[in-house]
Structure formats: structure tokens, C-alpha cells
């Protein structure tokens, strides 16, 4: 018989525990590969965005002004020489409208003649458009989901007018089909011009350049032709911008992904510290045979090579299936639907290296221990396995860590740490997980003194059994420190994304208040959907409003990006809100904005640019480049990426030729309810793709997009959780295994089964009792930190909140979970047989 | 006759496992202890006497058959009833000694009293009490060392003082002298004699050793879970008459 048979009996003989073992290892390698298959799939996602919109296209031409700008503009762009190609289109937001609900989707109008030479349409049934066509190109996709086909009718709403398309054609899961993640439809050109109230007017166009031609060179000379007014973009800084834009999210996943193979790994350890607990017998009897030290080590090690192999084969079929499942919370995230998985091949193999690696790493120490279980042992009263005496070495080891940690929290973060900015948040997140890590191995030297310290009091409601819960668990350090450690890091994970939500969402509200203070709040379905100024008289003679303030919106070109540009009416708007103004005196300020060429910008566009009050800012309008001074910086949430400048209305008409107003925001008077006023406005104007909201849904609003941003992390904490809860089940099971004769001696003795159960309960809640509390600590050390890299990051003002609710209700919840985990091996310590148990040597 | 047994089985009969794996380990046993009675039982490895020494404390539950202690019957009581006996009537003594690794010597002793009262204990009474204890099995010194730090007879001295500590009415125990060296089993033995002397326990103890079983009153040889013979201890000569039964019952 060969050693590597008896290694695959021991699992066998132990189904269930190496079932949760390898569930442990394939929960982490799933959730490693899960985070690098969604953050693949989220970049894909948007790259397929912009090149099935972009086709062939070399870059884009657009307007500074909303509203477009006029055909003949194409005349210009198709003259400039190097332009091979150029291709005009329409592009608005707005609603579907169906009988329940309404949908959010793109409307492009393209030029059924030319746009099949740019871009690729996958025609799945019906036609493709033609020229002046009425009917609409759907994804089959989006049709299939609102149960449509081909001779179906699709309808919107434009300034007060209902227009309805039939559906042509369905379109296929590639090119254009899959813009804006299959939420658009295509009509024709001249449709679009009709239906949007354009005349001849584009709002794009899409320029390819001559085979050899330089992209940058003729982009350049578009540029100059068209003047200030228009920008031109090249895909690639599109891409640019939102891989930038994703980074925070792929770091916020690959470091949970860390977390969780971590905790995964304390698991791993746990159950190879079982296994050789109970194989301690027939472990010393093989040595007792001849067996040598290392081929006792080999022998574990192979079950735990056996166990990683497999559970790192059944992660990667789970992490494709957690893959999907993520997304879902992903696309939510990053407000676009993403249907397709990309595997990356690197990501498969980390997954599959960290799940061996970790599973070997973390059985090496219990095989090494094997290794010294004495021959004695098969013939022993008492088998004991030998603990290891690393103590000193452990805590100075992760002192070192948890200090490097710390000290790296302490860094700046941001743009702060200058040259190095770009990685500020990597650099945050690996401070972040050796403080962790550190904390974690911190544990056995916390367990004494803390479960001493918190079964104490327990002691007077439970007596003896409190005081030898105690005991055990200091007895077993090393193994209540791993489960203690992995009730720890669950908790400081949930800490930390819940401490991030609350803050956020804090300051969001409190941006709601002060700087939005509306009643009722009455706008299209996005920024660039505008309405004649007209409405502001008759939104105000709807009963129960008793004041009302117009906001114009534009984007502005600032050169080096672009910023959402806010025109409001300072008179009546301070009615409303006195907005946070951060720098420069308040009423000063006011009194500025009403002069000429005087702007407030947000904290994110003052602490990206480096200006702040007094300093001026260049700003491409319709007459060329402006010069405009800043009289205050503001907390603002609103804007592009939090890019915002704050202009009067009076500007935005003189400098942009805007007087349409994009959002109304009004306050009810008479005793008059905000949502009564809502549903009079919805009423009254049934037609006219307004969105309006009553003070409490807009909250509710805003409330839900900051949770559906961090919403994705959830998932991983709760498989974090998962874990952590295997680990307690599997370190009281064992506490039970090793103690069965004590167990047996104290029932003789006269402790009763509850005595006896209430010993294994009473460890499990001393155990989730340190783990949560240092979990605590840690995770609001960590919650500040990540909320202070957030502000740095984006420059977002907020406001660190401790989320008290939510730790006290994590707190409890992780005594709830321990002590329910324990309670199967609590009835297995009462149910013990004792004269078995006695006899049991 | 005076006062009746303290402790009495009427055809205990227990068996383990069913079908082709059933062991009767004792069959029909009936048994009677007279107060401060020091029984001996002896037997070969198997014949059952751990298990009957388990039913007439309580650890277990017998199949057939009933046991009364001081006239009330214990089988078919519940769970929780019976851990109220062996915390109240019974001191048990093991071979393996069994105390806890955690605890110092002081902390096993009081476990039982512990363990009966939720506010701890009655510190005044149980200190006097203590002190007696240890005074009596000799190990004042060491009340406060953990079971490691003590050898196998002063682990055995404690587990005793442990059986006696709530002044239990009978002590069961179970080869106490296996692990010893014969000095030190022979201490252990005339403490055990002394003590119940002393509080008027009654003891019943399993043994392999004639030596040992020469301080009980009398000996109870068990064969195949059947008791085959008794033997009351009286005047000198007793070892050779134990060997001679041993010899006989074929051991
Ligand atoms: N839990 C058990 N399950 C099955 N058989 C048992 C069990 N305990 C004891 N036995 C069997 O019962 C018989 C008597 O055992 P025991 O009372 O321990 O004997 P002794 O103490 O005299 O050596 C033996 O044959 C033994 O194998
Ligand atoms: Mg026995």
C-alpha cells in the first residue's frame, strides 16, 4: 500500500469536511477569478460601446452648444483635406414610453444612404432603414424583453407630442446592435430632424480619415475650420476617460477578491489543523510503523494538494457563474447592461495559482506539525498534537505588517501624491490589506486577554461553563485566532463598504438639502433635453407652487476636459438653496455671480485644476475662448464626473446662446403637498418627457444610485461571510472532537447536556465577540481611510459618518451567525455518550 | 435487618449494537451494597465490569433490569434527573485519572460544586472545605499546579479529592490504581479506604489487582458479564484466596 492511498482514504472517510473544505477554496478561487472576469467583461463592455457606435469612424464631431448645429457644417468637415469620410447623426435621450413604465434609451438618427459604410448593422429580421423612413431599428434584444417584433409600434414623447414608430427592423448582438449596451434604437435621419424639432440640424458627425493620413493632423484641422464651438474627440480618449472612470470599481473588486481567498486560506488552514487532529492516531501509529517526519508531512500536504486542485477546478466553473451574477450588480454600477463574459486568460490562471497556493501554504504549518506528532501518539491516553511555539515571531511579524499598513493609510492619497497619483488608490488598498493581514495575525495574541475579558461577565448568568468556554479557547489559540480573524475581516469589510455608502451618501443628502432645496423637482430625462423657458410661467400656475427657479444645463469644452455647466438664476435660486460654498465669503460670493463672466466651481473642478477663488478659468463659448473668475468653490455632487461650473442663466445665454431651461425646481406653498403638486405637473403635462420628482423620491433617488454603486461589493462580503461562518462551525466541531473524554468527565461529574452545549455556545459567542469587536476597530479605521482616498480621488467633499446602525447590527448579527453556527456541535458536545466518551482513548 | 442497601440492581442486562453485531455486556446482573460497604469487582478484560459500574452511576442506561439508590429507583429517570444524582450521590474515580488540562488542581476539585450552583460557589464553605480536602489526600502544597505539572499518583489524589468533594454518598471507581506504580497505588488505595471511613461513603471499585482489591470488604468476580462469584474479605490470607478464585474462573 502506498502512503498516497492512505491520504485518499482519510478524505474519503471524512466526505463532508472535505466537501466544506474544497467549497472553502472554490468559494475564493470563484470569487478571484468572478472580480477579474467582471472587471474584463465591464472594460469590454465599453470598449464594444464606443466601437459599435464609432465603426470606422477616426474621431467625433460635436457642438459645444446643445440643440446641434447646422447640416451645412458637414459641407465644411468633408472639405478638409485628409477627410475621407464624413457622417452625419443625431443623438438624444429619451423615454419609452410604455403602458406600466418607461425605459431609458438612446435615439440616434443616422443617414440610412451612408451609415452602413461606417458602421456595421447586424440586420436579425425585418429591414434595415431607408431613406426618410419613418420606422425604427431595435436591438432584438430590447425587443425581446419588452415582447416586440418586427410590425410592432414603439412610442416617445417630445415637447408635449406623442410619436410612435414601427419597428423595421431587429438588430443582432454585434455593432450597432449593442451600443449603449442594447439600450437604442436607429431611425432615419430625417425622422430624428422631425421628431426632435432639429430643422436640418446634426448634434454629430462621424469623420474617417484618408488611408495614410495622420488622425491627430486632420483632427487638428477639423478643429480650427469649425472654431470654438465644436469639439473633436478621438475614441481613444473616451476609452481613456472611462477606464479611468472604472478604476476605483476594479480596485475595490480585486481587493475584496484578496479578502476573500484570505479568509478562504484561514478556512483552509482551520480544516487541515482538523484533519490532522483527528488523523493524530493513525498519523503517530505510521510513524510508530516507520513512518519518517517528512513523508507524515507529505501525506497531509497530499490531501491538501488534492483538495486545492479540486476546489480550484470547481471555483473556476463557479467564478464564471459568480461572474454573471456580479455583473448584474456591476451594470447597475456603471450604468450600462452588460450581457457578455470575457475570460481573461491570466485572470484563469491567478485564479487557479492563488487557490493552489494559498490551499498548500495554508495546510504546510498543520503538515509540518503532523510531521512532529510523536510515535507515542498511536499508543498515548492523550494524543496531543504538538502547537507550535512561534508566538514571539508571529507578533513581531505582524506588528511589522500592521504597521506598514497603517503607516501607508497615512500617506496622501490622490492627486496629493503627485507623480505617483495614478496608483494612489492601488497603494491605498494594499496598505489597507496588510492592515488586515497584520490585524489577522495579531489575533492569537488578543484571544487570552479578550476571552478572558468577555466571558467574565458570563460567568454570573452561566457559571462554570462560561469559565471553561474561557479556557478552551485560550487552549486552542491559534485555532479560535483563525476564526476569530475571519469574523474579523468579514466585519471590517462590511464596515468599511458601509461606512463608504453612509458617508456618501450623508454628504449627498446634505448636498440635497443645501444646495438643491426644492420641493419638487421637474426635468427631462437627461442634461441635454431642454425646455422653453415658456414652462417655467405655466409649471408656476399649477396649483400649489408657490415658487419656482429655472436651471439651464450645458456641457462646456475646458481645453483639458469638459465640465456639466449649471446656469441658474441667483435671485430666485437663493430662495431655494444657499448651495455649500467652501471658499470665498458666502454672501460675497452671491453678490459676484450676478456680475458678468463670474462662475462658482465644485471642489472636484477646483482641486483637479489647482484654482480656486480670485483665479480665472478659460472656457470655449460661442465666441471663442472666455476668460471666467471664480467668486466660490462648492460642494456639488451633480456635474460630469463631478466636473460642474455654476454660472448664471444670463451667461449661459450670452456666452452660449441657451435660453431653454433643462430643470425646474420648485417649492409648494398653502399647505399643499410636494407629492400632490408632482402628480398635478404629471397630469397636466402628460406629453412632455417630463421627470418629476417630490422631495422624498428624489431623495430616495439619489439614496439608491449611491447604494447601487457599492451594491456589487455586498455580494462579496457575504461570500466573505460564508466563509468565516464554515470556519467557526469547523473550530467548535473540533474543539468538541478533541475534548470528548472532558466532555465525558464533566457529564460524570454532573454538568448537565445544556451545561455541556452551552460550553461550545458560550465559545462561539466569545469568539464572534472578538472578531467583531476587533472587526469593528479595524473596519472603521479602514471605513476612514477609504472614504478619505474616495475624497482625494475624486475630490468629492465628504464627510466621514461612522455607520453606528450598521455596525451595531453587524455586530450583533456576527454573534447571531457564530453562535448559530455552533449550535449543530453544541447538540453533538451534549449528546455525547458518556461512558463512550470515557472510554475513548 | 437494620437499614436496607444503599445500592441495588435487579437483572441489569445491557447490550450494545443490534443484529450480527450485538454484545451482551452484562447479562441479568443483580447486585446489592450495604452503606460504607468497600466492594471490589474483578474480572478479565471484557467480561463487563466498566459497563456495570457506568449503569449504577448513572452514565449510562442499562437495556433491561432496574437500580435503585437508597430505595429510589434511578432507571428510567430522565436526563437531566440523573446528572442531578451523580452530582448529588456519586464521586467517580478513573483509571486515566481525568482531569480537566485547563483547570489547576483546586479548580478540578470544586468543578462539581462549581458546576451545581450558577453564582460559583459559597466562597466561606467552600474554602473550609477545600482545605479539608486537601489536608486529607495530602496535597496542600500543589493546589494550585495544572494536571501536568503533577505526577500520576498526585493526579489521582486530586481526581479523588474531586469524587469527594460533594460528599457523595457512594464513589464508583473504575481501575483508579491502573496507571500506578504499586507504592503509589497503594497510597491511593488506603486514602480512598480512609476517606470513606471517614464521610461513611460507600465504594465500589474495579480492579486487576488482588493487592488492591485485598482493602475491599468484599469481591465481586464478573465472567461474560454474569457474576460468577463472591468473596467476602475477612481476617488475613485474602490475596492468595482472590488468586485462587481468579485461577479457578480461568483468567
Ligand atoms: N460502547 C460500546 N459499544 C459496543 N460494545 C461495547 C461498548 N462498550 C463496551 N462494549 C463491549 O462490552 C463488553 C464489556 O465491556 P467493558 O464493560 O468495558 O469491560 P471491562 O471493563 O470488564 O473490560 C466488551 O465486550 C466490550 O467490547
Ligand atoms: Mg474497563
Same mark, same amino acid.
Given at each position: ?16 469536511r472535505?466537501l466544506m473544505t474544497?467549497a472553502g477554496?472554490?468559494l ?235 479568509v478562504g486560506?484561514f478556512l483552509v488552514?482551520n480544516t ?211 476564526t476569530?480573524?475571519s ?234 461571510a460564508i466563509v468565516a461562518l464554515i470556519s467557526v462551525f469547523n473550530t467548535?466541531m ?87 453556527a ?20 | ?70 430505595? =429510589? ?8 434527573? /440523573?446528572?442531578?444524582?451523580?452530582? $448529588? @450521590? !456519586?464521586?467517580?474515580?478513573? +483509571? ?73 454518598? =457512594? ?8 496507571? /500506578?506504580?504499586?507504592?503509589?497505588? $497503594? @497510597? !491511593?488505595?488506603?486514602?480512598? +479506604? ?58
Amino acid at each position: 500500500m502506498r502512503l498516497s492511498s492512505l491520504a485518499w482514504r482519510n478524505l474519503a472517510t471524512r466526505k463532508s469536511r472535505t466537501l466544506m473544505t474544497i467549497a472553502g477554496v472554490s468559494l475564493g478561487v470563484a470569487v478571484i477569478l468572478a472580480t477579474s472576469i467582471a472587471n474584463a467583461s465591464t472594460v469590454n463592455a465599453f470598449k464594444i460601446m464606443i466601437d459599435s457606435i464609432t465603426g470606422k469612424a477616426d474621431f467625433l464631431v460635436n457642438s459645444v452648444a446643445p440643440g446641434g448645429f447646422a447640416a451645412h457644417k458637414l459641407g465644411a468637415v468633408r472639405q478638409t483635406p485628409g477627410v475621407a469620410q464624413a457622417v452625419p447623426g443625431i443623438s438624444k435621450r429619451t423615454n419609452l414610453l410604455f403602458e406600466e413604465d418607461e425605459l431609458s434609451v438612446e435615439f440616434a438618427g443616422v443617414d440610412p444612404r451612408i451609415d452602413r459604410s461606417l458602421r456595421h448593422y447586424a440586420v436579425s429580421g425585418g429591414r434595415f432603414l431607408r431613406p426618410d423612413d419613418a420606422g425604427a431599428l431595435v436591438p432584438q434584444r430590447l425587443a425581446d424583453e419588452q415582447k416586440l417584433g418586427v410590425g410592432d409600434s414603439i412610442t416617445i414623447a417630445e415637447s408635449g407630442t406623442r410619436h410612435r414608430f414601427k419597428i423595421v427592423g431587429l438588430l443582432g448582438e454585434e455593432g450597432a446592435g449593442r451600443f449603449m449596451g442594447g439600450r437604442v434604437v436607429f431611425i432615419s435621419l430625417a425622422r430624428a430632424q422631425q421628431v426632435f424639432d432639429l430643422d436640418d440640424r446634426l448634434t454629430f458627425i462621424d469623420v474617417r480619415v484618408k488611408d495614410g493620413a495622420d488622425v491627430d493632423v486632420v483632427a487638428g484641422r477639423v478643429s480650427e475650420r469649425l472654431g470654438a464651438d465644436f469639439t473633436v474627440e478621438l475614441p481613444e480618449r473616451r476609452t481613456e476617460a472611462i477606464s479611468q472612470m472604472l478604476r476605483g470599481l476594479q480596485v475595490g473588486l480585486s481587493f475584496f477578491g484578496a479578502i476573500a481567498i484570505f479568509v478562504g486560506g484561514f478556512l483552509v488552514y482551520n480544516t487541515f489543523s482538523m484533519v490532522v487532529l483527528e488523523q493524530t492516531r493513525e498519523l503517530g501509529i505510521v510513524r510508530s510503523l516507520g513512518g519518517s517526519r517528512l513523508q507524515i508531512s507529505v501525506l497531509v500536504m497530499l490531501q491538501a494538494l488534492f483538495i486545492g486542485v479540486i476546489g480550484s477546478a470547481v471555483g473556476l466553473v463557479a467564478g464564471v457563474g459568480l461572474a454573471r451574477f456580479l455583473l448584474g450588480f456591476v451594470s447597475d454600477t456603471v450604468n450600462l447592461q452588460i450581457h457578455e463574459l470575457s475570460v481573461p486568460p491570466e485572470g484563469l490562471a491567478i485564479a487557479i495559482l492563488i487557490g493552489l497556493a494559498v490551499t498548500l501554504i495554508a495546510a504546510s504549518q498543520p503538515a509540518f506539525m503532523a510531521g512532529r506528532i510523536s510515535p507515542l501518539a498511536a499508543i498515548r491516553i492523550r494524543a496531543k498534537v504538538p502547537s507550535p511555539g512561534l508566538g514571539l515571531i508571529r507578533l513581531a511579524f505582524a506588528a511589522a505588517v500592521l504597521g506598514l499598513g497603517v503607516y501607508i493609510t497615512f500617506l496622501p492619497g490622490g492627486r496629493e501624491l503627485g507623480r505617483f497619483a495614478a496608483w494612489a488608490v492601488p497603494i491605498h488598498a494594499t496598505g489597507d490589506f496588510l492592515l488586515l493581514l497584520g490585524a489577522a495575525f495579531m489575533t492569537p495574541s488578543l484571544v487570552g486577554p479578550l476571552s478572558r475579558a468577555i466571558s467574565w461577565p458570563l460567568r454570573f448568568v452561566f457559571g462554570q461553563p462560561a469559565r471553561l468556554a474561557a479556557t478552551n479557547l485560550d487552549r486552542n489559540r491559534g485555532r479560535t485566532a483563525a476564526t476569530a480573524a475571519s469574523v474579523m475581516i468579514t466585519l471590517a469589510m462590511l464596515l468599511s463598504v458601509s461606512g463608504m455608502t453612509s458617508s456618501f451618501r450623508h454628504s449627498v443628502e446634505r448636498w440635497v438639502d443645501e444646495s438643491l432645496g426644492a420641493d419638487v423637482y421637474v426635468s427631462g430625462p437627461s442634461t441635454d433635453t431642454s425646455y422653453d423657458a415658456v414652462y417655467a410661467k405655466k409649471l408656476r400656475k399649477i396649483k400649489g407652487v408657490s415658487d419656482l427657479t429655472s436651471v439651464g444645463y450645458t456641457v462646456v469644452n475646458l481645453g483639458d476636459g469638459s465640465a456639466l455647466w449649471r446656469g441658474i438664476e441667483p435671485g430666485s435660486y437663493q430662495r431655494f438653496a444657499s448651495l455649500q460654498i467652501v471658499e470665498g465669503d458666502k454672501e460675497e460670493a452671491w453678490k459676484e455671480l450676478r456680475r458678468d463672466r463670474r462662475i462658482f466651481i465644485s471642489t472636484v473642478t477646483a482641486n483637479s485644476r489647482d484654482i480656486g477663488v480670485g483665479d480665472t478659468m478659460a472656457v470655449a463659448t460661442k465666441e471663442g475662448k472666455q476668460e471666467f473668475t471664480v467668486a466660490g468653490v462648492v460642494i456639488d455632487f451633480g456635474g460630469d464626473m463631478g466636473e460642474l461650473i455654476v454660472g448664471s442663466r444670463a451667461d449661459l445665454k450670452e456666452y452660449f446662446g441657451i435660453t431653454d431651461v433643462s430643470a425646474f425646481r420648485l417649492k409648494v406653498g398653502g399647505g399643499a403637498l410636494p407629492a400632490d403638486v408632482a402628480a398635478r405637473i404629471e397630469r397636466r403635462f402628460p406629453d412632455m418627457n417630463f421627470q418629476v420628482y417630490d422631495v422624498q423620491e428624489f431623495k430616495g433617488m439619489v439614496d439608491e444610485q449611491v447604494n447601487q454603486s457599492f451594491a456589487v461589493f455586498s455580494v462579496l462580503i457575504l461570500l466573505a461571510a460564508i466563509v468565516a461562518l464554515i470556519s467557526v462551525f469547523n473550530t467548535l466541531m473540533m474543539n468538541i472532537l478533541e475534548r470528548r473524554r472532558e466532555i465525558g468527565v464533566l457529564r460524570a461529574v454532573g454538568a448537565t447536556r445544556g451545561q455541556v452545549g452551552a460550553i461550545s455556545l458560550i465559545e462561539a459567542f466569545v469568539t464572534g465577540a472578538i472578531g467583531g469587536l476587533f472587526g469593528l476597530i479595524v473596519g472603521g479605521y479602514l471605513a476612514t481611510d477609504i472614504v478619505k482616498n474616495m475624497k482625494s480621488l475624486t475630490g468629492y467633499e465628504i464627510d466621514f459618518i461612522f455607520p453606528v446602525e450598521t455596525a451595531a447590527a453587524a455586530l450583533a448579527m456576527a454573534l447571531v451567525f457564530t453562535v448559530a453556527a455552533a449550535v449543530f456541535p453544541a447538540r453533538r458536545a451534549a449528546s455525547t455518550d458518556i461512558s463512550v466518551a470515557l472510554q475513548y482513548e | 435487618m437494620g437499614v436496607g442497601p444503599i445500592l441495588r440492581a435487579e437483572d441489569l442486562t445491557k447490550t450494545y449494537g443490534t443484529g450480527p453485531v450485538r454484545v451482551t455486556a452484562l447479562c441479568e446482573t443483580t447486585l446489592a451494597v450495604a452503606p460504607r460497604e468497600f466492594v471490589a469487582i474483578m474480572g478479565p478484560s471484557g467480561s463487563g465490569k466498566s459497563t456495570l459500574l457506568h449503569l449504577l452511576g448513572g452514565l449510562d442506561t442499562a437495556t433491561t433490569g432496574r437500580i435503585f439508590i437508597r430505595d =429510589i429507583e434511578i432507571t428510567g429517570l430522565s436526563d437531566k434527573e /440523573l446528572t442531578l444524582v451523580r452530582r $448529588r @450521590d !456519586v464521586g467517580f474515580i478513573f +483509571q486515566s485519572f481525568n482531569l480537566l488540562p485547563t483547570l489547576s488542581a483546586e479548580e478540578n476539585v470544586m468543578i462539581p460544586i462549581a458546576i451545581g450552583s450558577r453564582s460559583g460557589a459559597h466562597k466561606e464553605k467552600d474554602a473550609k472545605r477545600l482545605d479539608h480536602l486537601f489536608a486529607l489526600v495530602n496535597m496542600e502544597e500543589r493546589r494550585h499546579h495544572r494536571p501536568d505539572q503533577l505526577s500520576g499518583g498526585e493526579q489521582q489524589r486530586v481526581a479523588i479529592a474531586r469524587a469527594l468533594v460533594t460528599e457523595p454518598a =457512594i464513589i464508583l471507581a473504575d481501575e483508579p490504581t491502573g496507571n /500506578l506504580d504499586r507504592r503509589h497505588g $497503594r @497510597d !491511593v488505595l488506603s486514602l480512598l +479506604q480512609r476517606s470513606a471511613a471517614d464521610m461513611g461513603q460507600t465504594i465500589l471499585m474495579v480492579t486487576h489487582d488482588p493487592a488492591a482489591a485485598v482493602f475491599a470488604d468484599r469481591v465481586i468476580f464478573l465472567s461474560d458479564g454474569a457474576i460468577v462469584r463472591e468473596l467476602p474479605l475477612e481476617g488475613d490470607g485474602n490475596v492468595e484466596a482472590i488468586i485462587a478464585s481468579l485461577a479457578e474462573l480461568g483468567d
